[in-house]
């Protein structure tokens, strides 16, 4: 059989290529849903990081509110639980804040972040939450 022949005979074949498309196939599926956790897993990373920074910085707002007058402490945890849930609308941000006991203040932050490559396979958002305390100090002189 001339080089020719076997060249002909090899393009007729309909099975030939099969068992690589189908390797091809599932290589290329894999890469993508590899790409979607790592993509979509530093989303979720960061969106995890800005849920703690803002409920840190609400916290902080809260507590910083809190008053002392007449050289007595008097916790004003009404005071600092809105200057903290102030912060969250200014930020753009949903939680709760909440006291905590009677010397500070817990804030919980929840962000949903929609998926990009995960998307595909029916996960569209993951959640996360953030959560600070902060406890209001009192100076004495």
Do not use: C, H
């Not at 074949?13 to 530093?42: H, Q």
């Not at 007595?72 to 804040?97: D, E, H, K, N, P």
């Amino acid at each position: 059989m001339t080089a020719l022949a076997r060249g002909r005979q090899l393009l007729s074949d309909p099975e030939r290529g099969a068992g690589i498309s189908v390797m091809a196939t599932g290589l290329i599926l894999g890469a993508v849903l590899f790409l979607g956790l790592v993509m979509d897993g530093g989303a979720k990373n960061a969106a995890l990081s800005r849920a703690d920074a803002t409920a840190q910085e609400a916290a902080r707002a809260g507590a910083q509110a809190a008053t002392v007058t007449g050289g007595t402490a008097t916790v004003g945890i009404g005071r600092a639980v809105a200057a903290a849930q102030s912060y969250l609308a200014a930020a753009g941000m949903t939680g709760a804040v909440s006291a905590l006991g009677g010397d500070g203040i817990t804030v919980t932050v929840t962000i949903t972040e929609p998926t990009r490559v995960l998307a595909l396979i029916g996960i569209n958002d993951v959640t996360v939450t953030g959560s600070a305390d902060a406890r209001i100090v009192y100076a004495r002189g």
